[in-house]
């Protein structure tokens, strides 16, 4: 059975870190790009990282690139964003999507992220 999930969300101050994590199972993940979405409240959702298959290449949204860092352990079908300096405006559900060359795309059901004094 083909899943993808998120863990790793929750409830921080601003200026505070969290790691989120992406499991994936019933496929090889190594053979997927990797991507981070977030969507916030009454807004479309958006790009926030994505990585290759080999990890060698990634792409960040302007809105979080030289806070997140998006990383993988393809030996443990998992991927990681790496949260820093996080914002109010950080605060949206993230998912995890899987996408292969070839278009098949896997996504998770999310995980909150709330930044909040």
């Known amino acids: 059975q083909v899943q993808v999930v998120e863990s790793g969300g929750g409830l921080v101050q601003p200026g505070g870190s969290l790691r989120l994590s992406c499991a994936a199972s019933g496929f090889s993940a190594s053979a997927y790009a990797m991507t981070w979405y977030r969507q916030a409240p009454g807004k479309e959702r958006e790009l926030v990282a994505t990585i290759s298959t080999a990890g060698d290449s990634t792409n960040y949204a302007s809105s979080v690139k030289g806070r997140f860092t998006i990383s993988r352990d393809n030996a443990k079908n998992t991927v990681f964003l790496q949260m820093n300096s996080l914002k109010p405006e950080d605060t949206a559900v993230y998912y995890c999507?899987?996408?292969?060359?070839?278009?098949?795309?896997?996504w998770g059901q999310g995980t909150q992220v709330t930044v909040s004094s």
């Open positions: 999507r899987a996408r292969s060359g070839w278009g098949i795309q896997y």
